[in-house]
């Protein structure tokens, strides 16, 4: 077989490359030949193989491959190879070995002793406020529950002797009596609520802090 019919005959097996891929591929083909010399135009055809599998090889690598040349002492050449760089994997970093940091620990465990009695009189002084409010609303409920009270006992008594005057003690007093029952059980969640509130933003404060001592860290 002849170098041109060679080449005709790879041409359909390329179907589907870009005309640029196609035109360069024959040039190489064509390359390779020439440099073989017409003396060894069939020794360098065999080395190449058929044709269909050189245009399959050629095909799955598009135009980024080259060819062997061809050695005219030992026969050998025609070796079809890969011609793209292949791009060097980066090296993998390796994590650094971390270790407690001992004397930032000592540091922030230390300034939350020093500052211990600040930190206590300030969650005293909330929780005392938070209870005294609740013994404030406590009181005006019973206050107001037993002024109620009274006021219908005296009502339902003046409704016999003066009608007027009981029937506005009465009213008065279910008044009272009906609001301290409606405002009891509100303000008294409320109450407990914000004491509750109140030791849990200082429980979670010290827990930061251990945290923070916990997680100083650095590079062994």
């Known amino acids: 077989m002849k170098r041109n019919d060679y080449i005709r005959e790879v041409l359909p097996f390329l179907q589907g490359l870009d005309e640029n891929s196609t035109d360069k591929a024959m040039g ?6 020439v440099k073989a010399g017409e003396e060894n135009e069939e020794a360098a055809l065999e080395a190449l193989g058929s044709p269909q599998v050189l245009g399959s090889k050629i095909k799955q690598m598009g135009a980024d491959f080259e060819i062997t040349p061809f050695d005219k002492q030992t026969g050998l050449g025609g070796d079809v190879k890969f011609n793209k760089p292949v791009k060097a994997e980066a090296p993998v ?37 938070g209870l005294a409010f609740a013994l404030i609303v406590a009181a005006l409920l019973l206050i107001m529950t037993l002024g109620g009270v009274v006021s219908t006992v005296l009502g339902v008594t003046k409704l016999f002797s003066v009608a007027p005057v009981g029937l506005v003690l009465t009213g008065a007093g279910l008044l009272l009596l009906g609001i301290a029952g409606i405002a009891f059980f ?5 109450s407990i ?27 062994a």
């Open 186 to 190: 509100p303000l008294l969640r409320s």
């Open 28 to 33: 190489i083909i064509a390359d390779y030949l």
């Open 193 to 219: 609520r914000l004491v509750n509130e109140i030791t849990e933003d200082i429980i979670e404060f010290v827990r930061k802090i251990f945290r923070l001592a916990n997680s100083a860290e650095v590079e």
């Open 93 to 129: 970093k390796q994590a650094p070995v971390m270790k407690k940091d001992v004397k930032k620990m000592a540091i922030i465990l230390g300034l939350l002793v020093i500052t211990s009695p600040i930190w206590v009189c300030v969650t005293a002084v909330f929780i005392i406020l």
